[in-house]
């Protein structure tokens, strides 16, 4: 009777109530960069998630969410990244880093690296070590595991994902905002120039990587003023995601 209580238990610590909507965070990565989620959903990408501890026990989840999600690079229909989390921020970047690094799972250009604890295991039911989520562009949880992981339940949730967002997103030069001064030096003033309600902004160095992101309620000649102070001279392109599609500017920043 003991053995069958223990295994009952097991099994419902597999797979718990995922919530019905993924909650927010912002805050920075492992390289320093400013993270947010829905930005990133609002982009159209689909997220995983896996909490690690890191630990033994966390290696094949783990390593399983890398797998399949470097599997997607080579597909169309819309962006997957995997966001690798230090269960309760308790375990430095570096660590976290090395870590995976020995197991398999280098730093890669869909994988971000978080000890931050504004990214709360529990705000998808009970804890677990590892813990794996999906997230769709619409902010819906697809999946939802702790302890252990389902290579065939992954797979089927990140389609289900993509299936359920826009198949491709447009990009086009900006026309519903205008990025002021160009060039710029320590601020950058961007009006919105049409009534975009919740839109996603987000600034990339020449090189792609997110120098600022940040979800915004805006109206038609509201004007947003960005601290551009600590970003190098340099060519950056401003993104503004919407549910239109994204729209992109060029922005030159002197010093």
């Known amino acids: 009777m003991k053995n069958l209580i223990v295994l009952l238990i097991s099994l419902s610590a597999i797979f718990t109530a995922a919530a019905d909507e993924a909650k927010d965070f912002q805050c920075k990565d492992c390289n320093g960069q400013q993270k947010s989620l829905y930005a ?79 990214i709360k295991m529990r705000d998808y039911g009970s804890t677990g070590m590892p813990k794996t989520i999906v997230i769709g562009p619409n902010k819906k949880v697809y999946y939802n595991a702790n302890n252990t992981i389902n290579f065939q339940q992954l797979i089927a949730a990140i389609d289900a994902a993509r299936a359920d ?10 026309n519903d905002f205008s990025v002021f001064p160009n060039p710029a030096g320590n601020e950058i003033n961007i009006r919105f120039d049409a009534d975009a309600s919740n839109v996603a902004l987000e600034i990339t160095d020449n090189l792609g990587r997110i120098v600022f ?43």
């Open 40 to 118: 990133e959903l609002a982009s159209g990408s689909t997220v995983v998630i896996c909490w690690v501890m890191p630990c033994g026990s966390c290696v094949g989840p783990a390593l399983t969410c890398y797998n399949v999600v470097n599997n997607y690079q080579s597909k169309g229909g819309g962006r997957v990244v995997y966001y690798m989390v230090d269960d309760f921020a308790d375990t430095d970047c570096g660590f976290v880093t090395s870590w995976a690094t020995g197991y398999n799972m280098p730093p890669a250009s869909f994988m971000t690296q978080f000890s931050c604890s504004s």
């Open 213 to 255: 992101s940040r979800l915004l309620t805006v109206s038609s000649g509201e004007t947003i003023d960005i601290s551009s102070a600590e970003l190098p001279a340099g060519i950056y392109s401003v993104r503004l995601h919407t549910l239109r599609g994204i729209q992109s500017s060029h922005l030159a920043i002197i010093r």
């Open 165 to 174: 967002s826009p198949s491709s997103v447009q990009e086009s030069a900006a």
